[in-house]
């Protein structure tokens, strides 16, 4: 006779507990592309990060997007930036332009990509940290709204704001 075995449920992946992490943190400090005009035109989405966790060769960001617009939104995956200002010569007076260029991100994830009037959705993203920059460049989260990707919100990446956490080396 054979004894019925207990079925052990599947152990979560370190990305769904850092989402569940992100779902019950406070809402963080929000940016967007342009302040909100008092004819109600401003931003498509916010952004605001909560955590960056530094892991060396990885840096893991934990996010929330908010939605200011009257009408639901569809978001597209994050995307990481790293921008900069171009400096002309070795003794500028000021800017002569800016650069930008993606930086590959590895993993994602999202509670739910399409949000409603003032709703908030989370998410987490894993890339490679960069192994030099220039000093006049950040790094940037960068969400955009599906029907207006050449208006994205950007959010300085900082790295010092949590520390490195050797237990969740395992994200992937």
């Known amino acids: 006779m054979e004894t019925q075995s207990t079925i052990e449920p599947p152990e979560r992946d370190g990305l769904a ?13 929000l940016y967007g592309m342009r302040t909100t005009t008092p004819d109600g035109k401003g931003d498509l989405v916010k952004i605001g990060i909560s955590e960056v966790v530094d892991q060396g060769s990885e840096v893991v960001v934990l996010f929330s997007v908010v939605n200011p617009q009257a009408h639901a939104v569809e978001i597209l995956p994050p995307q990481i930036q790293l921008a900069g200002k171009l400096k002309k010569g070795f003794q500028s007076s000021g800017a ?9 991100s590895r993993t994602s994830g999202w509670l739910r990509r399409r949000i409603g009037p003032g709703e908030r959705t ?19 989260l960068q969400i955009a709204e599906s029907g207006a990707v050449d208006k994205p919100a ?3 990446i900082g790295f010092g704001v949590s520390a490195v956490r050797k237990e969740m080396s395992h994200v992937e």
């Open 17 to 29: 507990l850092l989402l569940e992490r992100q779902q019950r943190a406070k809402l963080p400090a």
């Open 96 to 104: 002569t332009g800016a650069r930008a260029s993606n930086w590959p």
């Open 122 to 140: 989370d998410g987490v993203v894993v890339f490679g940290r960069p192994s030099f920059k220039q000093s006049n460049e950040t790094l940037f």
């Open 154 to 156: 950007l959010a300085p």
